[in-house]
C-alpha cells in the first residue's frame, strides 16, 4: 500500500557566512540571513559556530557572528 505523502531524502549544501551589527548578535545574524536569502534559495537552518566583536574606546562597537548554513540541493 503506497503512502499517501511521500517522504523525500534531503541532500544540503552547507557554507559558512559572516554577519555584522551595531546593534545586536541576533541582528548580525538576521542581516547575514536576509543578506544571503538573496541569492541562495532553500536555506533550512543555521548555527552560529562563532561570535566575536570590534571594541572602540571601550565601548562594543561591532557585533560579529559565523554561520554555518545548510541549504537543499536542488533536484
Same mark, same amino acid.
Given at each position: 500500500?503506497?503512502?499517501? +505523502?511521500?517522504? $523525500?531524502?534531503?541532500?544540503? $549544501? !552547507? /557554507?559558512?557566512? =559572516?554577519?555584522?551589527?551595531? +546593534?545586536?548578535?541576533?541582528?548580525? !545574524?538576521?542581516?547575514?540571513?536576509?543578506?544571503?536569502?538573496? +541569492?541562495?534559495? #532553500?536555506? $533550512?537552518? /543555521? #548555527? =552560529? =559556530?562563532?561570535?566575536?566583536?570590534? !571594541?572602540?574606546?571601550?565601548? =562594543?562597537?561591532?557585533?560579529?557572528?559565523?554561520?554555518?548554513?545548510? /541549504? +537543499?540541493?536542488?533536484?
Amino acid at each position: 500500500m503506497a503512502a499517501a +505523502t511521500e517522504m $523525500k531524502d534531503h541532500v544540503y $549544501k !552547507i /557554507f559558512d557566512l =559572516v554577519g555584522s551589527s551595531e +546593534t545586536s548578535i541576533e541582528d548580525a !545574524i538576521h542581516n547575514a540571513i536576509a543578506r544571503a536569502s538573496k +541569492t541562495i534559495r #532553500e536555506m $533550512k537552518w /543555521f #548555527e =552560529v =559556530v562563532q561570535t566575536r566583536g570590534h !571594541i572602540e574606546n571601550g565601548a =562594543v562597537r561591532h557585533y560579529q557572528v559565523l554561520l554555518r548554513v545548510g /541549504f +537543499t540541493l536542488e533536484d
